[in-house]
Nanobody
Framework: QVRLVESGGGSVQAGGSLKLTCAASESTNNINLMAWFRQAPGKEREGVAV????????YYATSVSGRVTLFSANTKNTIYLQMNSLKPEDTGIYYCAAGWSDVEPRRVSTALSQYLYNSWGQGTQVTVIS
């Protein structure tokens, strides 16, 4: 496991933008997935976006596709989530996660399966005001 630290959350008006940052404490050969999940009040945690670092393939949940972009720093220890056109339903705690997949995921649902992730950050709050 690695230590993950998120930052960049806050409150924003609907239609606005936020950029989240996740920094891993170290580079490790045991990670090839880095992802963002979120949990809205009273709801289960859900996947938002993930990058398979071996091929730089990105996967996005349908709910955010076209509005968010996940990109990584050259060191691959840090990932960012640029979120635009934010909606009130995007409100929640956003968690960074790191994990491993033996093969490149073929589907978004597979890439965002939580059982693949064994390192989690503490989360950062995102609030979108209507």
């Amino acid at each position: 496991q690695v230590r993950l630290v998120e930052s960049g959350g806050g409150s924003v008006q609907a239609g606005g933008s936020l950029k989240l940052t996740c920094a891993a404490s170290e580079s490790t050969n045991n990670i090839n997935l880095m992802a963002w999940f979120r949990q809205a009040p009273g709801k289960e945690r859900e996947g938002v976006a993930v990058i398979y670092t071996h091929t730089e393939t990105r996967y996005y949940a349908t709910s955010v596709s076209g509005r968010v972009t996940l990109f990584s720093a050259n060191t691959k220890n840090t990932i960012y989530l640029q979120m635009n056109s934010l909606k009130p339903e995007d409100t929640g705690i956003y968690y960074c996660a790191a994990g491993w997949s033996d093969v490149e995921p073929r589907r978004v649902s597979t890439a965002l399966s939580q059982y693949l992730y064994n390192s989690w950050g503490q989360g950062t709050q995102v609030t979108v005001i209507s």
